[in-house]
C-alpha cells in the first residue's frame, strides 16, 4: 500500500534560520503530495501541494520541490519566524481511483527568539 | 473558501455510552473523511465515504461506524465508547486525486 514517511518528529531551531522538513513516499501511482500546516488548537490546512516533477511550488516563504525519481518532497523555507512554529503533515493523494489520502507522522516545528 | 462544519467542539462520555460526532460540508465534495489525531500518531484515518449511502473503512475502524445520509452530512458513531477513544477527531472534505482536503475544527472527546 501507499506510505509517507517523515523522519523528523521535532525540529528546533531559533529565528532566522533555514529549515528543511524530510517527506519521502512509495506508492504504485502517480502522485499528488501536499504538505499541510496545524498551528496549536487549530485544524490543519493546506500550505502547498504538487504533481510535477521538478517543478518548484511555494507558498507564505515555503517551497518543495517534487522529486519522483527519489520519491521526495521536502519542505524548505530560507529563514523561519516565530509564528512558523507548527506541526506539519506530509501527504499522498494516488491518482489511481484510490481516493484515500496517507498521511506522514507529522513534524513538530519550534522556532525559538 | 471551503466550509467543513464539525459538532461538538468539545464531549465528554461515560464509559459504555453511545456517541455521535456530526459533521456537514457547503463545499458539494463527494469524499468525507473522519481522522483522529493523537500524539505521536499523527492522523489516523478510521472511516471515509465516496458519496451518500457509502461508507469505507479506513486504517483504524474498529469500535466505530460511519454514516453518510446525504452529500453534506458524515457522522462518527462510537456505540459503546472507552477510555482509548479519547482523542481530537477531525472530519474533512475533498481529498480525491489533486484536491485538497479541508478539515473541520475538530471534536475534544473525552471518555471518562
Known amino acids: 500500500g501507499d506510505s509517507v514517511t517523515q523522519t523528523e518528529g521535532l525540529v528546533t531551531l531559533t529565528k532566522g534560520l533555514p529549515v528543511m522538513l524530510n517527506c519521502t513516499y512509495q506508492?504504485?501511482?502517480?502522485?499528488?503530495l501536499f504538505w499541510y500546516v496545524q498551528h496549536l488548537n487549530e485544524a490543519p490546512k493546506l500550505l502547498l501541494k504538487?504533481?510535477?516533477?521538478?517543478k518548484r511550488t511555494e507558498h507564505q516563504g515555503f517551497y518543495a520541490t517534487l522529486h519522483k525519481s527519489s520519491s521526495s518532497f521536502h519542505l524548505q523555507k530560507s529563514s523561519v519566524q516565530l509564528s512558523d512554529s507548527a506541526l506539519y503533515f506530509c501527504a499522498l493523494n494516488p491518482s489511481g481511483g484510490n481516493y484515500k489520502p496517507t498521511f506522514g507522522k507529522g513534524t513538530s516545528l519550534v522556532v525559538h527568539p | 473558501e471551503a466550509a467543513v462544519t464539525q459538532s461538538p467542539r468539545n464531549k465528554v462520555a461515560v464509559t459504555g455510552g453511545k456517541v455521535t460526532l456530526s459533521c456537514n460540508q457547503t463545499n458539494n465534495h463527494n469524499n468525507m473523511y473522519w481522522y483522529r489525531q493523537d500524539t505521536g500518531h499523527g492522523l489516523r484515518l478510521i472511516h471515509y465515504?465516496?458519496?451518500?449511502?457509502?461508507?469505507e473503512k479506513g486504517d483504524i475502524p474498529d469500535g466505530y461506524k460511519a454514516s453518510r445520509p446525504s452529500q453534506e452530512n458524515f457522522s462518527l458513531i462510537l456505540e459503546l465508547a472507552t477510555p482509548s477513544q479519547t482523542s481530537v477527531y477531525f472530519c474533512?472534505?475533498?481529498?480525491?486525486?489533486?484536491?485538497?482536503?479541508?478539515f473541520g475544527s475538530g471534536t475534544r472527546l473525552t471518555v471518562l
Open positions: 506508492t504504485t501511482y502517480s502522485p499528488f
Open positions: 504538487s504533481s510535477t516533477d521538478n
Open positions: 465515504s465516496y458519496g451518500a449511502g457509502s461508507t
Open positions: 474533512a472534505s475533498g481529498g480525491g486525486g489533486a484536491e485538497t482536503l479541508y
